[in-house]
């Protein structure tokens, strides 16, 4: 064998032999991994709020530009910026805290404290089901003793649910350290962040070769892409979803419109299958209360659901990630097994990139090869 060949079936033995180690030793590293991104856990926690507040931070940004400091430093018209869209943010964080969630709070609490009448009906309409298809009686007294039991322990517990919260977060001195640390990695990467990339675009340009400097750059752009029409495609989607929930059960006097549109909205977070699995969710809890109620906001929350897809969310999100369907329900299910709710969230979007990758280095491939007319992967 030559040189060439001997070098290749080396890079082969040995990419062999650390694949084996890594899925041999999958659960250990994953964790040691785990361990070491929590050294990162506010850096992580400051570059997410960052990547949040860019677009509110750039809007400002332009606003300032346009009306009150047009001739003013740029230094000055960044700080500006930052200090306002945090105060944004902040007023909108304390109006949810003052106003939502106590309100969100009393539904929860008068939901529990019904509990009894609701599955009392719930076991009525069982029976009178079991008597037309001539089966044998349900007894949900098992279900209701645990559903009662598990009610009370949550409802008992929700005026220290935020300091439960923090309190699994190791302390509230390191929740509020973490988090403080958090606030200033986000600030100084709202207000420095186009000096950051500079510097890391000098430096890959001096460190790394010219081709593999432009794939970087080029995946670190269908990234920042990527996340970006998530993030704010995902989070716009979930507020229109939420207040038209609210608005049309106030409309039409639908029992708990608060506590019912907030877990739609929260469960449209995940693309595709979220708002119907909170709208299942909220139909079985109306269907406690009554059926013909239940039916009726299962009839509306559908022809919402299609005004929302088809009228709202393209006009004001614009296009989707691009995924198709069955690749994003398989990448939530993924995410979801190896990482809980947090890989549901990430799943999608990472999985975009990869498909994004692919389907792109794809189409490359075959207009270099001369096969252009090749059809693209779906």
């Not at 069982?126 to 009686?137: P, Y």
């Not at 608005?247 to 907030?262: H, K």
Request: proline content about 4%.
């Amino acid at each position: 064998m030559n040189l060439k060949v001997k070098r290749d079936l080396m890079l082969l033995i040995t990419y062999a032999a650390v694949l084996i180690l890594v899925v041999i030793n999958f659960v250990p590293i994953m964790h040691a991994i785990g361990r070491f991104a929590a050294l990162f856990k506010s850096l992580c926690i400051g570059i997410a709020i960052a990547f949040i507040l860019h677009k509110p931070l750039q809007k400002a940004e332009r606003l300032l530009r346009k009306t009150v400091l047009k001739n003013s430093p740029p230094a000055l018209v960044k700080g500006l910026a930052v200090l306002k869209t945090y105060f944004l943010a902040l007023l909108l964080l304390s109006l949810l805290m003052l106003f939502i969630v106590p309100q969100l709070i009393d539904s929860v609490r008068i939901f529990a404290a019904n509990i009894d009448s609701y599955l009392d009906n719930t076991q009525g309409l069982l029976d009178q089901g079991a008597n037309l298809l001539r089966i044998a009686h349900i007894d949900l007294s098992d279900v209701t003793d645990r559903l009662y039991m598990l009610l009370n322990q949550f409802t008992a517990n929700l005026g220290g649910l935020f300091a439960g919260i923090v309190g699994v977060t190791a302390g509230i001195f390191s929740f509020l350290a973490n988090l403080l640390l958090a606030v200033i990695f986000s600030i100084y990467l709202l207000a420095g962040g186009e000096d950051i990339l500079n510097n890391c675009r000098a430096v890959g340009r001096a460190y790394l070769p010219s081709r593999i400097y432009e794939k970087a750059v080029y995946v670190y752009r269908v990234v920042v892409d990527t996340f970006d029409k998530y993030v704010y495609g995902q989070l716009t989607e979930a507020v229109i979803l939420g207040l038209l929930t609210f608005i049309g059960m106030l409309i039409f006097g639908f029992e708990y419109p608060l506590m019912i549109s907030t877990l739609i909205g929260l469960t449209a977070l995940v693309p595709l299958i979220g708002a119907y699995i909170g709208g299942l969710i909220s139909f079985l809890a109306l269907l406690m209360i009554s059926p013909p109620q239940a039916l009726w906001f299962l009839l509306f929350l559908i022809i919402l659901q299609q005004l929302e897809n088809n009228l709202i969310y393209p006009r004001v999100v614009g296009d989707s990630l691009g995924l198709p369907g069955v690749w994003v329900l398989l990448a939530a299910i993924v995410g979801g097994g190896l990482a809980g709710p947090l890989g549901i969230l990430l799943g999608v979007p990472i999985a975009t990139v990869l498909y994004r990758l692919l389907k792109n280095d794809v189409r490359q491939r075959a207009v270099e090869d001369g096969q252009s007319s090749q059809p693209d992967i779906t």
